[in-house]
């Protein structure tokens, strides 16, 4: 071993920094960058960061490039949930040639049910067996549905019409996977006295919850000036607690403009819980054009609203056109009109 007089440093030195410099740019792969991508994004979703941890640490198992890698993380950013999660690993076992009746297991459902245009399918292996027991399509765990009969296939993320629970045989005990509610079965985003273009970015928004695993559904859309009034009078001049400080015609709901949006329980109802995934639903729903409630000084996390190039306090200006020409006059009047 030699030093350098001058310096003192060892001179293999220069080596040893390149080996250290060559590993890390080893690490510091197009997958590995797209891996910290994804988890800033998803940041705000727990339960797909997880399914995320056990992908890559499943992906590990087998030798694959970094391309491969990078569209493995690309399909599971699809639908970040872990029903997509095993979906991933079944398709890359399966193209390896690897156990092929465990590539299968982890690319289908073992169990579950769909409910999907009023009918309930029970899932077998992937199978859809109808009420009679009789196979009538297939589910695989990326949320395609196939019906026999039907050319076109069908997502359940996004039929927001669709409920589905899609469950895994995990260590010899099935554990559900993804387990989604409908999302507006009373059809609130498709009432006319909704504006077309805020329906659409509300339902994105709740197709994105969707393929993320978070179970959302609608609470409340459109309400008329007297609906805004009388509950402006709760807590006032009215029995109860004060649940708005909007008159009508100050909230964008009643110019078919701002919609509450919770989450779903166990059994499909409504729920407002503490702990739900609020901030990454409204990063959502803020992707899709909207404002988010939840970011106001006094927060109103499941409250979405769209008037582009107005502000929040902005609704009570359009009473007198509202009054004159009608929501589709307001809606004129803001750019987002829907008549030819």
């Known amino acids: 071993m030699t030093t350098d007089g001058n310096s003192g440093i060892d001179s293999t030195g220069a080596d040893r920094v390149s080996l250290s410099d060559s590993l890390t740019r080893a690490a510091d792969t197009a997958a590995s960058r797209r891996e910290q991508e994804i988890r800033t994004e998803l940041a705000n979703n727990p339960q797909a960061l997880q ?4 992908l890559t640490a499943n992906l590990n198992c087998y030798a694959l490039t970094d391309e491969q890698q990078m569209q493995a993380l690309d399909d599971f950013m699809a639908a970040p949930n872990a029903a997509t999660a095993a979906h991933v690993e079944g398709r890359i076992a399966q193209d390896l040639g690897v156990d092929p009746a465990a590539a ?3 690319v289908s459902p073992d169990a579950g049910t769909l409910t999907i245009d009023g009918r309930t399918y029970t899932i077998d292996n992937g199978a859809l067996l109808d009420a009679d027991g009789q196979r009538a399509g297939t589910i695989a765990n990326n949320g395609v549905v196939q019906l026999d009969g039907e050319e076109q296939a069908r997502n359940v993320y996004t039929d927001l019409g669709a409920r589905v629970q899609l469950r895994e045989a995990i260590n010899g005990e099935l554990t559900t996977l993804l387990d989604l509610h409908p999302a507006d079965r009373r059809g609130r985003l498709d009432d006319a006295n909704v504006n077309q273009d805020f329906a659409d970015r509300v339902k ?22 007297a ?23 100050q909230s964008w709901h009643n110019y078919g403009l701002g919609a509450d949006v919770v989450f779903s329980t166990a059994n499909g109802q409504p729920s407002w819980p503490e702990n739900g995934n609020w901030t990454r639903y409204g990063e959502i729903a803020e992707s899709q054009g909207l404002t988010w409630g939840g970011r106001w ?13 107005f502000g929040a306090g902005d609704a009570g200006g ?14 004129d009047r803001m750019g987002i009109g829907q008549q030819p």
Do not use: C, I, K
Request: hydrophobic share 30%.
């Open 51 to 54: 399914a995320l941890d056990r």
């Open 204 to 225: 994105d928004t709740l197709v994105r919850a969707r393929q993320e695993g978070m179970a959302m559904q609608m609470d409340l859309v459109y309400r008329t000036f």
């Open 297 to 309: 000084r006094s927060p109103d996390r499941p409250h979405v609203e769209y008037h582009p190039g």
């Open 318 to 331: 359009f009473v007198n056109t509202h009054n004159r020409d009608g929501l589709e006059g307001v809606w």
């Open 104 to 106: 299968h297991s982890l």
């Open 227 to 249: 609906h805004q009034d009388q509950l402006y009078a709760q807590g006032r001049t009215a029995p109860g607690a004060r649940v708005t400080n909007a008159r009508g015609g």
